[in-house]
Structure formats: structure tokens, C-alpha cells
């Protein structure tokens, strides 16, 4: 009975990462404003996102952008990521709508979705903004001759390819949106089309790469049109490439011209329904180079380790009065836009009578619309030795750059915790909040496991196939006999 059962652990042990995958898809909530997205989200732990299938068409909405974001959570030394991908889907009018169920192959795994009902109710819409300016367009190139038996006409087109800087000059360590875009007018859309555009995307991916920074990439695997207006006249824009970028030195980042290869059609002068009305050929636009200038942060002590952003402190406490010996948890979290891998955990100036451990971290990260903010909270767990009033704004601090008002500033807590009962220095054994992780202790099993178990299991396993292999041979003798 024993190897019988040893067998079937180890199959099952077997079969744990096949369970262990954690991909979900989380649908947005209804009802809907009609100014507002509804959204349809993958949610990945522990992994990265390397193909998945498109999102779904949904009657009476139209895709448009997406955006990630990706949380970190560390608890007791165990450090889990959850990425989540999110579709934009902007709604065409008011009224109900029915997404139907449909499934979605993310990493070679299918996850199904139920669907639901979509209500959109009414809502004032807001006020659409426009980009840039066009760049620069290259004369056409030379295109194949026109046919002897049909007259094509080289019709003008209103497109451009530009290069996004959100700003000219940029501190060391501050965030800068860069973007490249092709822009399209909707009349022209039958003149333009995309040629052998994996090789080029990569191609001027590698001209865009500055080597001092640290990238917050945008992440997007197909390319879909926005609408957007420009000088009052409708266009499509494609976004081929986005990301946040923060200096890690002074030295400028310098985007050189870049170039896309485009398919431009020539159309019949006189068309029919015989032949084709349409003649391909090839354009190539051109962006302006781009600079950005880094300048040095404002003398400091710490100016070359301080982070940099727009920050602010969110706290909160387990408990404001508690006992001698009776731990607490204090949570000192950072919220706003930068560079949140580049925030490191305050290290408190402990007191006499406080007992300050190793915090868990929590990180929050969103990409979207040319930002990247989100918090990073640290949660002390804190033990109290003697009793007394404790100003927690005397143990914490945690100095940053403000590159909006281009000054250093100090976030410290405000809260305080009150102590009582009476000093007990020969407490050895100490009641501590330990955390989620540890609550379960008193429920798990504590039977001791031999460090051989897995070699006993295969020992087992080898018997019993040698046993199905001896049987297997007797049966075909005798059936042959």
C-alpha cells in the first residue's frame, strides 16, 4: 500500500507546475460613463508577458490605447511580480452592449472568459488635444513604371513620422517621455501601408536606445490606430515605440533622424472594375533629430543617490497605543511619478526603547499615457521595549529631489505611538507581528521528513515498473504460446 501511495505523490508532484501558472483576465466594471474606457485586462505572477492572442472585438466599442503596470510585493524575504496588460476600449454610444465569452492564448496557456453586459450611460464628454506638428517628409523615391494601358496619378499625401519629446531639459534622474509616431489622415489611407515593418521597427529601435538611462518601457504588441486631430483635421496615429527615460548621468540624449519605409500607392487616373485601380510603390519620411539636455542636480550631500520625482508620503499604523513587548506595524508608503526601482527603503535612526526590523516591500507600477507613477510602501513590524510616548517623525526620513520646484525635499512621518506597561528585560521570547506569511504556522504540519523521501519514492517506482514490465512480458508469451 505504501509505494502505491508514494506513486501517486509523485505524480502529483509532477503535475504542480502545470497548476502553478497564474494567468487570469479581468473584465472592466459596468455601468459605464460614456467618456470613460471600459477595459479588458491579462494579469501574469510570476512571469513575463512573451505572446498572446489579440483582444477581443466588442460591438459598439472601439480598441484604443493600452498601458501596464506591475506590482511587487516582498513578504518575508519572498519577492511575487503581478504584471497586468490592459485594452482601452472607448464606447461608440450610450445604450447596452454584450461582450460574449471568449478565450485568449497568453504564453501558450488559453484562459476563457465568461464575457458580461455592458451598459454605457451618458456622460459630458471631454475635450480632445492635439499633437505636434508634422515633420519632415523625403521627396518620394523612384516607384515602378506606370502600366502602357492605364494612367496612374501620383496623388499627394498628408502623413509624417515624428520623434515626442515631453521635454527639452531634464535633471539627472527625471523622467522623459519619448515617443515615435506616424500620423495619417483618415482620407489617406488608401495610399499608405506599412512595408516589412519588423525589420525596420528593430532597426530604429536600436537608433533610439540611449546608453546612460534607465528605461520604463511601454508595452504594445500589435499596432492599432488612435484618432486624434491635428490643427482641427482628423488623423490616424500609430505609435511605434514609447517609453519613459531617466538620465543616469549629464551626458545629453541625443536621438539622431530616423527613417520609415512606407508602401505609396499610385491610383487610376480613369479606374474600372477589370483591372486594378491601384500601383504600389515606395516613400520613405523622415524625422527631425531630437536633443535632450541633462543638467546636475543642486549641491547636496546626497545628490548622487537621492531619487528623483514628484512624491508623497501615505502612513498608517496597526495600532497607536500598545504594551511592552507588543509588537506594531508601522507602513511608510511613497505615492507619485519617477523612478520607483530607483526609491530605496528608509533606514531609521532607532531609538532606545524601539525595536525596528527589516521592512516587506510593496511596489505598484503604471504605465500610461506617457507616465509612469505608482508607490512603493515599506512596512516596518516594530517592537517595543519600554514604555513611553514615541514621535515616529524622530526614526524616519527620506530625502528626495523635486524636479517641479527643482529642490530637495524631506518626507517624515507624522504619526505617533503610545507604550505602556512596565520594562521587562528578561523577555526572551517576544510576541511579534510577523505577518500574513507566518500566521499560519500554528496550523501547518510539523512531522519531520527523511532527506531521503524522493529517493525511497524512486526506488518504489522502479519496482513497480520492473513488476508491469515482468507481467507484460508474461502475457505475451503466453498469448503467443
Do not use: C
Not at 83 to 95: F, H, K, V
Not at 244 to 265: D, G, R, S
Not at 376 to 392: C, W
Request: proline share 7%.
Amino acid at each position: 500500500m505504501r509505494p502505491f501511495i508514494l506513486s501517486l505523490i509523485l505524480i502529483f508532484a509532477l503535475a504542480v507546475p502545470g497548476l502553478a501558472q497564474q494567468v487570469s483576465i479581468e473584465l472592466g466594471k459596468s455601468p459605464l460613463p460614456i467618456n470613460q474606457y471600459y477595459t479588458v485586462s491579462i494579469k501574469l505572477q510570476d512571469d513575463q508577458l512573451k505572446e498572446y492572442s489579440p483582444f477581443p472585438e466588442i460591438e459598439g466599442f472601439k480598441k484604443s490605447t493600452r498601458y501596464s503596470s506591475e506590482k511587487t510585493i516582498t513578504v518575508g524575504g519572498v519577492t511575487s511580480i503581478v504584471r497586468t496588460y490592459t485594452q482601452n476600449y472607448a464606447a461608440l454610444e450610450e445604450g447596452d452592449y454584450v461582450l460574449n465569452p471568449f478565450s485568449m492564448k497568453v504564453n501558450s496557456v488559453t484562459v476563457q472568459s465568461q464575457g458580461m453586459t455592458i451598459k454605457v450611460v451618458p456622460m459630458q464628454a471631454g475635450t480632445p488635444q492635439g499633437p505636434n506638428m508634422p515633420d519632415l517628409i523625403d521627396p518620394q523615391e523612384e516607384q515602378e513604371p506606370a502600366s502602357t494601358e492605364i494612367e496612374f496619378v501620383d496623388k499627394d499625401d498628408n502623413a509624417f513620422l515624428t520623434l515626442y519629446t515631453s521635454k527639452e531639459k531634464v535633471f539627472v534622474g527625471e523622467g522623459v517621455d519619448v515617443a515615435l509616431y506616424f500620423y495619417l489622415a483618415d482620407e489617406d489611407q488608401r495610399l499608405l501601408d506599412f512595408h516589412d515593418f519588423a525589420n525596420q521597427i528593430t532597426g530604429i529601435l536600436k537608433q533610439i536606445k540611449q546608453p546612460n538611462v534607465w528605461e520604463e518601457a511601454f508595452d504594445f504588441s500589435e499596432i492599432t490606430p488612435e484618432n486624434v486631430t491635428v490643427q482641427g483635421k482628423p488623423y490616424l496615429r500609430f505609435r511605434l515605440y514609447e517609453a519613459v527615460l531617466y538620465p543616469l548621468n549629464m551626458q545629453t540624449l541625443a536621438f539622431p533622424q530616423l527613417q520609415l519605409k512606407m508602401i505609396k500607392y499610385k491610383v487610376a487616373k480613369t479606374p474600372n472594375l477589370l483591372t486594378e485601380d491601384r500601383q504600389e510603390g515606395f516613400k520613405t519620411f523622415f524625422s527631425r533629430p531630437r536633443e535632450v539636455q541633462v543638467v546636475e542636480l543642486p549641491p547636496h550631500p546626497l545628490r548622487n543617490v537621492v531619487p528623483v520625482g514628484n512624491y508623497t508620503l501615505r502612513e498608517s499604523l496597526s495600532r497607536k497605543r500598545t504594551s511592552v513587548n507588543k509588537s506594531f506595524t508601522y507602513l511608510f508608503e511613497i505615492v507619485g511619478e519617477g523612478n520607483l526601482d530607483a526609491v530605496m527603503a528608509p533606514v531609521p535612526a532607532v531609538p532606545a526603547g524601539l525595536d525596528f526590523y527589516s521592512p516587506d516591500i510593496r511596489q505598484d507600477v503604471t504605465r500610461r499615457a506617457g507616465r509612469v507613477s505608482g508607490e512603493k510602501s515599506f512596512s516596518y513590524a516594530i517592537l517595543p521595549r519600554e514604555p513611553g510616548t514615541y514621535n515616529l517623525a524622530n526614526t524616519l526620513e527620506w530625502i528626495y529631489f523635486n524636479p517641479t520646484t527643482a529642490a530637495y525635499d524631506t518626507l517624515r512621518p507624522t504619526l505617533q505611538v503610545q507604550v505602556t506597561g512596565s520594562r521587562d528585560s528578561d523577555a526572551m521570547v517576544l510576541s511579534r507581528d510577523l505577518g500574513s506569511f507566518y500566521n499560519i504556522i500554528e496550523n501547518e504540519d510539523n512531522t519531520l521528513v527523511s532527506l531521503h523521501f524522493f529517493d525511497e519514492i524512486k526506488r518504489y517506482t522502479n519496482i513497480i515498473l520492473v513488476v508491469l514490465l515482468v507481467v507484460a512480458t508474461f502475457v505475451f508469451l503466453k498469448n503467443k504460446a
